[in-house]
Each structure stands twice: as structure tokens, then as C-alpha cells.
């Protein structure tokens, strides 16, 4: 089973800041997807990806699959960017087990 | 409007007292899933469906079951509910696979058990 790890936990930042968080997981994936996760507790898709970078918006995915680690940026953060954002990875050759998640990075933007 | 919808969205109980949460979506779906999210330990995955009749066990499917007798519904059971199912559960779908499919979430359901 494949570990994936999110640093930082815990992240507090002014408006406009630039935000990264980080996504390392253990073993070959088939797809790493960014989730966020608002306070009031739904879950939405960010992004899916498998290789590069994609972009929407604020908003920059990138993975790197030979050092297994992936980023997310937030540029010109506000602060209904604030939330929990989650890492998961699905696994090499794809299948049915589905998705392992990091525990997730809770991301505070203040006015 | 494309979703996935989950009931009840918050359920208080007594332990043994049998309970489904019920989570239905409208995108012609195959694939199906539960999770329960709990501090610290993030999103786990308890049961998946691929397609109607086929359901498979996720990493913590103990003291929980499923069915798939429709494409559109996967209920969650739980016989006996304990304490320790006590937790924020959200169903998901997508297109084909878990893995490299987009998912999408239903809205969650916060179940406290006595």
C-alpha cells in the first residue's frame, strides 16, 4: 500500500501570499489527484494528473514521478482559499482498490 | 445538475441499532465508494462497488456492508453500529475507476453512535 505524506500540516498565511503544499508518496502511482475540502465538509476534486503541471485558475498542480512528490500553489491567496486540502494517489497499473489519501493540509488564509 | 447525494446528512443513534445511510448519484456512474474520515487519520476507504452486484472490501470494511442492486445507489449498512463507527462518512463515484477518474463526493454524513 502506498504511503503518501503532506507537509505542512498546519499552514497560516496573509492574503496575497504564494502557497505551496507538498505531496510525497511512497511507491509508482497511476494518477495523484488534489481534493479540497471546505469547512463545512464536502469534498471537491482540484485536479487529477499523471505527469507536468496543469493550471485552473489560482491554482497549479504539478507532480514529478521520478522523485514521487507533487506540489499544489495557490497564487495571490485569499481567504476563501482557506481549507483542508488532501492528497491521494491511486495505485500503478490501476485497479479497482481506489484511492490512498494523505491526511491532509489545513490552510488558513487571513485578511 | 450533475451530484452525489447522501441521507441522512447527520444521524445520532444507540449502539445496535441497525442504520443505512443511503447515497445515490445521477452521472451514470460504474464506480462507487465509502470512506470515513476521522482526526488524524484522514480519508479510509471502507467498501467499493465497479458496477451493479460487484462490491468489493476497501481497507476498514469491518462491522459495515453494501449492496449494488442499481447502478445509481450504494447504501451503506450497519448492522450493529458501535461507538467506534463513530466518524464523518462520504460516499463517492466516478466514471470507471477509482484511480484515474475524476471523483466526485457526496456532501457527508456526520454519525454518532452511543
Known amino acids: 500500500k502506498n504511503e503518501v505524506e503532506q507537509s505542512p500540516q498546519n499552514l497560516t498565511a496573509q492574503e496575497g501570499e504564494f502557497i505551496t503544499i507538498n505531496c510525497s508518496y511512497s511507491v509508482g502511482i497511476s494518477a495523484l489527484h488534489w481534493l479540497q475540502q471546505h469547512p463545512g465538509g464536502g469534498i471537491v476534486s482540484l485536479f487529477m494528473?499523471?505527469?507536468g503541471k496543469k493550471k485552473h485558475g489560482r491554482l497549479i498542480a504539478t507532480i514529478n514521478i521520478q522523485e514521487k512528490h507533487s506540489s499544489l500553489h495557490i497564487t495571490a491567496s485569499h481567504p476563501r482559499d482557506s481549507a483542508v486540502y488532501i492528497c491521494a494517489v491511486g495505485p500503478l497499473g490501476g485497479g479497482a482498490d481506489g484511492l490512498t489519501f494523505g491526511k491532509g493540509t489545513h490552510l488558513i488564509i487571513q485578511p | 445538475e450533475a451530484q452525489v447525494t447522501q441521507n441522512p446528512r447527520y444521524l445520532i443513534t444507540v449502539t445496535g441499532k441497525k442504520l443505512t445511510v443511503t447515497c445515490s448519484q445521477n452521472?451514470?456512474?460504474?464506480?462507487m465508494s465509502w470512506y470515513r474520515q476521522d482526526p488524524g487519520l484522514g480519508l479510509r476507504q471502507i467498501y467499493y462497488s465497479m458496477n451493479v452486484e460487484v462490491t468489493d472490501k476497501g481497507d476498514v470494511p469491518e462491522g459495515y456492508k453494501v449492496s449494488r442492486k442499481e447502478k445509481r445507489n450504494f447504501p451503506l449498512i450497519l448492522e450493529s453500529p458501535s461507538p467506534n463507527q463513530t466518524s464523518l462518512y462520504f460516499c463517492?463515484?466516478?466514471?470507471?475507476?477509482?484511480?484515474?477518474?475524476?471523483?466526485?463526493f457526496g456532501p457527508g454524513t456526520r454519525l454518532t453512535v452511543l
Open positions: 494528473l499523471s505527469s
Open positions: 463517492a463515484s466516478s466514471l470507471r475507476g477509482g484511480d484515474t477518474d475524476t471523483q466526485y
Open positions: 452521472m451514470n456512474h460504474e464506480y
